[in-house]
């Protein structure tokens, strides 16, 4: 069954949760800035995924940021939107209410990922840091076998589907 679908100039996931089917870029990026807007409803909780190595094996070879329905969440987590999930969080917690548009730019070059939501920069991110498997650098546990200095610096993205309506629009990418 077609999953994702284009209406409109809008990206969107459709059908019932009934198993994956992320979508991802042919070309590969390295270096680069990613603009776009994102629209959740309640509950909604998906992820844009860069520099990914494998995409069969997207969660262990790339990064994701989480796309989610986190307002009014009341501290910014490493789950939240905006967030590079199970890494670190981000700096507030900026997205808007469910059915509302949201503004996302995701900026890589080299080690460093800056993530700006809705005007406000939330992440500002150093790879290098990232050294110990399983381990963030403020001692927390994360879900990845390998450190995040040592991902792909190189490699696809792609938007998760987790079963959750998500919509994205304006889409545009440049390489650096």
Request: proline residues 7%; hydrophobic residues 35%; aromatic residues 10%.
């Amino acid at each position: 069954a077609v999953r994702w679908a284009m209406e409109d100039g809008v990206l969107t996931r459709k059908g019932l949760k009934e198993g994956r089917s992320d979508i991802w870029t042919k070309e590969v990026y390295g270096d680069f800035i990613l603009d776009l807007q994102f629209k959740v409803t309640a509950h909604t909780n998906s992820g844009i995924f860069i520099r990914t190595g494998n995409i069969i094996d997207p969660v262990q070879t790339g990064m994701e940021i989480q796309v989610a329905d986190s307002n009014g969440a009341a501290e910014p987590g490493k789950h939240v939107c905006g967030a590079v999930y199970d890494c670190l969080a981000p700096d507030k917690n900026v997205v808007n209410p469910p059915d509302q548009w949201n503004r996302c730019t995701i900026a890589c070059r080299a080690n460093k990922i800056y993530v700006v939501m809705n005007g406000e920069p939330i992440i500002d991110m150093d790879l290098d840091r990232w050294t110990d498997p399983g381990r963030n650098p403020d001692g927390t546990k994360n879900k990845y076998k390998n450190p995040f200095k040592d991902m792909p610096r190189v490699g696809h993205f792609g938007f998760q589907d987790h079963g959750h309506p998500v919509w994205y629009r304006n889409i545009k990418v440049k390489p650096l």
